[in-house]
């Protein structure tokens, strides 16, 4: 892929120095609920980096929390390799999704990822809110459908425009439930009425989507080389008939879209606090909340050129094992 200069004016905040206990806490976890039960499978998290990427998402996290955060991350990374590498099965995507979601709405897990959501989801959960629990298996669920959407589409050919496909994304990629997840790592809880206003309904949404649209760019090789079309950048070739560097030239306009909506909700925020009466330590957590999803929109885009699973040639970059139940 060409080298594009993609506009991204927040700094990095550095990595946690309890990186290397985190991800030692990680890998024991995943050997544990046998999620990496091959070595095709532990080569594959090895290229993908889940601590990496905590490690910059939350600078300043106990080891505790980031180990907790990064076992979460890897787990997520083993079901998005279940469904987008291997050929579409609907009912067999139906089933597993069907088997997580049961487990949000506790039932007893069925199956080697259920079992270790069921372990995550307690430790996850425990003291936090119920607004919080309700908005994080709300968010859980919209991701895992996705699954079963694009298994369908990619059998039927009914590909979404790029505008469907961008509402899409923020669902599909999963990210909202990471940002409600590092709360815990930053202490904070937001209140229902931080949670829900309007500036940060935008901002949460345009941090989300710059970070799938990123990868998109990032996945653009090994995504057509899986015959995987939910990617921005092929998607815009394939309704457009654009070049591919017409398709990233595009997509790259969206991210920085991206970042101007982030910009302009961050000031409407203040504005929408000051309304709704919402001050004291409420504001205070909600303005660092908004600081934050800045430094995980960097930390994002500094992760993808840091982990194998993006820089590789896609032969090495797609290797994995069977399917998990």
């Known amino acids: ?27 024991a976890w995943l050997v544990q609920y046998g999620l990496i039960p091959t070595e095709l499978t532990r080569r594959r998290m090895e290229r993908t980096r889940p ?10 996290a106990d080891v505790e929390s980031l180990t907790l955060l990064s076992q979460y991350c890897a787990w997520a990374f083993v079901v998005d390799d279940q469904f987008d590498i291997e050929i579409p099965d609907p009912q067999r995507c139906l089933d597993a999704v069907r088997a997580l979601i049961a487990v949000l ?20 959960s425990h003291g936090r809110s119920t607004d919080w629990r309700e908005s994080v298996r709300d968010e859980m669920r919209s991701w895992l459908w996705t699954y079963y959407a694009e298994s369908v589409g990619r059998l039927s050919g009914n590909l979404p425009d ?18 409600d997840i590092s709360e815990i790592a930053e202490g904070v809880d937001l209140s229902p009425g931080a949670r829900h206003l309007p500036a940060m309904k935008s901002l949460r949404e345009a941090a989300v989507e710059h970070m799938g649209l990123f990868n998109d760019v990032l996945s653009v090789a090994s995504d057509e080389a899986s015959g ?23 997509v790259n306009g969206m991210l920085t879209e991206c970042v101007d909506r982030m910009t302009d ?9 000051d309304d709704a009466g919402l001050d004291g330590e ?15 929109v960097r930390a994002n885009f500094d992760y993808h050129y ?3 699973r993006y820089t590789s040639a896609p032969q090495e970059a797609l290797e994995h094992g069977s399917p998990l139940t």
């Open 228 to 250: 995987y079309l939910y990617n921005s950048v092929l998607l815009a070739e394939y309704h457009y008939g654009h070049t591919r560097t017409q398709s990233l030239e595009l």
């Open 1 to 27: 892929m060409e080298a594009y200069e993609f506009f991204m004016p927040f700094d990095p905040a550095g990595a946690n120095p309890a990186e290397v206990e985190a991800e030692a806490g990680m890998w």
């Open 162 to 179: 790029l505008e469907t496909y961008r509402a899409h994304r923020r669902d599909g990629v999963a990210l909202f439930v990471f940002l």
């Open 265 to 273: 909700a961050r000031k409407r925020l203040a504005i929408e606090l």
């Open 282 to 296: 409420d504001r205070a957590d909600t303005l660092a909340t908004a600081h934050n999803y800045t430094i995980y």
């Open 51 to 60: 601590t990496r990427m905590y490690a910059l998402w939350c600078p300043r």
């Open 105 to 124: 709405d506790g039932s007893e897990p069925q199956g080697v990822l259920a079992v270790a959501l069921a372990d995550l989801w307690k430790r996850l």
């Open 306 to 308: 840091q982990a194998a």
